[in-house]
């Protein structure tokens, strides 16, 4: 199901943030949210449209241990499911859900709440976003999909989630990135450091393979991409001459009087003659001593 863009929802985004500030790494003496009701687990379904599509299992297993030890801290979100009568659908606690499942609950602390589709699917990605162990390039994409999905700016976003609008806009650039590289932030081979280094490189592919397989650190990285492209931007070195063609221009300059520079195409028959002229007079002579060659057509 595909969110339509909107810009100002009616909750407004600060007020969604109020339902996903807390997470599950609160303490009881944290005063968490409390719960409107316990729901049965097997009344609950996860959100088609959550962003987050991997959930790695031995963070699940430290989570039911903390479960079964602790309880649930911080109640699942909930709404209405409108594909299962008499269910509920999960806004925000995906991750508590599956671990109260490994932990055998029969039963979750939730609150209940009458969001829309949109609303939901923008709470999901806010939640994700908060999450601590997200990399750069998800956040990064998180935000992207507020921005564009929503209609949120920059400075919004920074006020709600506590970030400065420099901060989300450096991430942003990562998105710019080949996937390859990003695919090396996500997999941890690559720092966000590392990575705002290569955007303005002029083969951030193949920097990024050196950076990994040297072990560069970021300094060393930025001197390597900024090295990279003066490199590529530096004008192609003319190719030696033979003696033939240096013998050649030495016997012109004797004849004219003037400087001769020939540019011959390596493994081709075409090339430039180039005279230089020191004034008007050395033009005047040239264009005469053309001329003697040059034979008028009848």
């Known amino acids: 199901m595909a969110a339509k863009r909107q810009k100002g929802l009616g909750r407004g985004l600060s007020a969604l943030m109020a339902d996903v500030m807390a997470d599950e790494g609160k303490t009881a003496a944290e005063a968490p949210a409390k719960p409107d009701q316990m729901v049965p687990i097997d009344k609950i379904y996860p959100n088609p449209d959550q962003p987050r599509r991997s959930f790695s299992q031995e963070d699940l297993e430290e989570l039911a241990a903390s479960i079964r030890e602790k309880g649930i801290i ?27 499942q490994l932990a055998q609950l029969h039963e979750v602390p939730a609150i209940i709440r009458n969001y829309s ?98 072990g560069l650190s970021v ?17 192609a070195p003319r190719p030696e001459k033979d003696a033939d063609t240096r013998r050649l221009e030495k016997e012109l300059e004797a004849s004219l009087g003037m400087k001769v520079r020939i ?10 003659v180039m005279v230089s002229y020191r004034d008007f007079d050395d033009l005047d002579e040239i264009c005469r001593r053309l001329s003697l060659v040059i034979k008028p057509s009848n």
């Open 219 to 235: 300094r060393e990285t930025e001197k390597l991409a900024k090295k990279g492209t003066a490199a590529q931007r530096a004008p």
């Open 117 to 214: 589709d949109t609303e939901a699917l923008e709470i999901a990605i806010i939640e994700n976003i908060q999450r601590a162990d997200l990399n750069p390039i998800e956040e990064a994409a998180g935000y992207r999909d507020l921005m564009e999905r929503f209609g949120h700016t920059q400075e919004k976003l920074g006020e709600a989630l506590g970030k400065s609008r420099p901060y989300i806009a450096n991430l942003l650039r990562l998105l710019k990135l080949p996937e390859s590289v990003q695919a090396l932030v996500r997999e941890e081979k690559l720092s966000a450091g590392h990575a705002r280094a290569l955007i303005t490189a002029e083969d951030p592919e193949a920097l990024a393979r050196q950076v990994v397989a040297r």
């Open 263 to 272: 540019d011959h195409k390596p493994g081709a028959a075409s090339g430039k």
């Open 74 to 100: 911080q109640p699942l979100i909930l709404r209405d499911n409108p594909r299962e009568e008499g269910g509920f659908e999960i806004v925000a606690g995906e991750r508590r859900w599956r671990a109260a």
